[in-house]
């Protein structure tokens, strides 16, 4: 993947754009857990009521609080509230809100902080349990036996019904009051800070109630409005899921052409020698499934790398903020999913290479039956090419059922996981609920802390699954893309100037296929001439062909140099050399289209006198005229709905579109009839005349006019002249000529 990470550069700024809102979505599903547990442990549990820390209270209760609180404490209470006495101008903004204002006073908090109002809970929470307690037992003196514990600083069952302890406690010495409260405060040290808060919250409510509050709409106000909170936060998630998800699509599409177009370019400026690398069948393979892996991996990761990452990390943070005692629960799920991951990963990883290998295989399979199919039939071949796909189908189909069963694992055993994790949640949350430890509403949310985490990882798992696929593809896409072309332009080159002439020379030619051990051509010399029809003849496998493809530049020359006009080839660009030849290969090669855009091939710009003069030459009017459309006529793909006669003139015609000074002709005539070949090359030898014209053929009817023929024979020149000088001369073509024609037919 990283030989490849160049093409994420583009695409830079809308990746840091769906980073960030990777983030933010990330960061607002995991406050969701954090509501709920609001509303289960505020807006259920407590009415509504937040905080110890009261809204307002009586003066007769608030009095009490201060006799609880140290001196440090009761000043920061009393400067947290604002006395408000029946009648005043005060009043009338609080009366509707607490009507027991109308006939009593009240003190009313101030505009605090959260740092403020924190600061205060512990005290206050405390200090409302003592007074709840002691009214308690003013109520009931079998409490305030159980108070005062019998032998403390301040036996309270001792004291006689009716007493106010409040007043008593006021008028005890400070010291003594201050040792009353350390005494209630470790007590309730042992019910736990969550506990005391929560009891401390029902004094609170209980106070709202005696100011005249509805706390019935207290309550509902509370779950309302956190609920809206919930439901924004949610709807901020969904704007950001569908940004990512449309940013994540786009660089996806974005990076799959880019690599698609620059895989076609790469593969066009291919020389035959890195044909021979790549099979045809292996080049569509990486241009079409290998980039939809990629397309798909880099959706997964925009869109998963970051986002579960964040999720993982701030679910097991949050989780251990709500309840700190039950973070093994989560350490032991993890460590049991990377430990499955990990497993699958290994055993899937080796069959990635496979796959891809056997795609390649079955695409090789695949497309000879579909070029060769009537060569199939002829020979009765349909069962053996039947088992020979069926071997290569099983092979791939068992690879991948391999893959799938593999990795079919771990959704299963993902929820196994998570159903355990569940379970063992709910129990250990209890068992904290039970002890005071913890509320509900965090053991819900602890439990939805632990299935982000589990997905997150899940999630990452599925990443796990495809990325060593994509690696494969994208190490086959990278092995064609970093692939250095053995034929390159000059750095400087030179110009064919208009001047040109299109003499063509080997001198000491020699070439041999890259990696070969041996040279298929010894020592080539010759020169073709402008207005001479150059022939190569010789037998099946002598290098015939191999020298006109030198000319191009399909492939360069081991030793010796190949001159135009003087100048070598591989002094010029590639564009320039081509751009004086027209080329025909062995094989009629026919594009998708119409006959007029197969023409214009050559030259899109040539007028409709250019293309029907082209085609007449060709000895192709006869059949283009037949055609109601004519030109227009449509042509399958690979030209399939005309004949290999057909396709052969319809490709000579395209080569004589463009005018070159230079003609390759490579065994061309090869799927003409003889009739058809003579009125041909009378039709060429009239409308060439200023051209170099290169002609391969085995025939020895197509080069007996040549001005010059040369006879090949196992890679070198064994006969050099014309007909008559290579009859008297040249066994090899004596051979050729005699198997071919009689001697009536040579002389005449």
């Known amino acids: 993947m990283l030989r490849l990470r160049r093409y994420l550069n583009p695409y830079m700024f809308m990746f840091m754009v769906s980073v960030i809102l990777l983030f933010i979505q990330a960061n607002l599903d995991l406050a969701l857990p954090d509501y709920l547990s609001r509303i289960v442990n505020t807006g259920i549990q407590q009415s509504g009521v937040e905080s110890p820390v009261a809204s307002a209270m009586r003066q007769e209760t608030f009095d009490h609080l201060l006799l609880f609180l140290s001196e440090e404490e009761a000043t920061a209470v009393q400067d947290a509230y604002t006395p408000v006495q029946p009648g005043t101008v005060e009043a009338a903004d609080y009366l509707a809100q607490y009507p027991y204002l109308a006939s009593q006073a009240i003190v009313v908090r101030n505009e605090l902080s959260d740092d403020e109002i924190d600061a205060l809970t512990n005290p206050m929470a405390e200090a409302f349990l003592a007074v709840s307690a002691l009214e308690q037992a003013m109520a009931d003196p079998e409490a305030a036996a159980q108070m005062g514990g019998g032998g403390g600083a301040f036996d309270l069952s001792r004291l006689p019904a009716g007493t106010d302890l409040f007043a008593l406690i006021g008028r005890l010495p400070a010291a003594q009051r201050a040792e009353i409260s350390d005494t209630m405060n470790e007590r309730f040290a042992t019910l736990g800070e969550t506990m005391v808060v929560q009891t401390a919250v029902v004094a609170v409510k209980a106070e709202y109630e005696a100011l005249g509050m509805d706390v019935a709409a207290l309550q509902n106000s509370y779950i309302l409005r956190v609920g809206a909170i919930m439901l924004g936060v949610t709807l901020l998630s969904a704007v950001a899921t569908v940004t990512v998800g449309y940013l994540s699509a786009k660089i996806a599409a974005g990076i799959g052409r880019d690599l698609r177009s620059d895989v076609f370019r790469k593969v066009e400026s291919f020389s035959s020698a ?171 949310a602890f439990l939805q802390y632990a299935m982000q985490i589990v997905f997150s990882f899940l999630m990452l798992s599925m990443l796990f699954i495809i990325l060593p696929r994509a690696q494969v593809s994208a190490d086959r896409i990278a092995d064609v893309l970093e692939v250095e072309p053995i034929i390159h332009d000059p750095v400087k080159p030179q ?96 594009f998708s289209g119409t006959i007029e855009s197969n023409l214009r091939y050559a030259d899109e710009y040539a007028s409709a006198e250019d293309l029907q003069t082209a085609v007449t030459i060709a000895q192709a009017a006869d059949f283009v005229q037949s055609k109601p459309e004519g030109l227009m006529t449509e042509i399958a793909q690979g030209g399939t709905n005309v004949s290999g006669g057909q396709r052969q003139r319809l490709s000579i015609a395209r080569a004589l579109v463009k005018k070159p000074p230079i003609y390759i002709f490579d065994d061309t005539f090869s799927a003409l009839d003889f009739k058809t070949d003579a009125a041909l090359r009378r039709a060429l030898h009239q409308s060439t005349q200023d051209s170099t014209i290169l002609v391969v053929t085995q025939r020895v009817s197509t080069v007996k006019n040549a001005e010059q023929i040369i006879v090949l024979d196992q890679g070198r020149v064994v006969g050099q002249g014309t007909h008559e000088e290579l009859m008297s001369t040249c066994e090899t073509y004596q051979e050729i000529a005699l198997s071919q024609l009689s001697m009536e037919e040579l002389s005449s």
């Open 274 to 444: 890195e044909f021979d690398k790549f099979p045809t069948a292996s080049l569509i393979t990486r241009s079409t499934n290998d980039i939809t892996q990629l397309q798909m991996v880099t959706m997964f990761m925009v869109r998963l790398v970051f986002y579960a990452p964040i999720m993982g990390i701030g679910g097991i943070i949050r989780a251990i903020g709500k309840g700190s005692s039950m973070w093994w629960t989560i350490a032991v799920a993890v460590i049991v999913l990377v430990g499955v991951i990990g497993v699958v990963i290994s055993i899937a990883m080796p069959r990635f290479q496979v796959v891809q290998k056997l795609i390649d295989r079955i695409n090789l399979v695949a497309r000879e039956n579909l070029s060769g199919m009537m060569v199939i039939r002829a020979f009765n071949m349909q069962g053996f090419e039947e088992k020979r796909f069926d071997k290569a189908n099983l092979d791939l189909a068992d690879n991948t059922l391999f893959i799938a069963r593999v990795t079919s694992i771990m959704m299963p055993v993902m929820m196994f996981i998570l159903n355990v994790l569940s379970v063992l949640i709910i129990w250990v949350g209890a068992q904290q609920v039970a002890d005071a430890n913890m509320q509900v509403g965090d053991v819900m």
């Open 495 to 590: 110009h064919l100037n208009g001047s040109f002439t299109g003499t063509v020379e080997f001198r000491n030619v020699s070439f041999r296929y890259p990696g070969a051990d041996t040279d298929i051509l010894h020592d080539i010399s010759f020169v073709a001439r402008p207005g001479e029809t150059t022939a190569f003849i010789g037998s099946t496998g002598s290098g015939k062909s191999t020298v006109v493809n030198l000319i191009p530049r399909f492939y360069d020359v081991t030793e010796g140099s190949i001159l135009l006009d003087g100048i070598d080839i591989r002094e010029v660009t590639q564009h320039d050399l081509r751009e004086k030849i027209g080329y025909v290969p062995q094989k009629g090669i026919l």
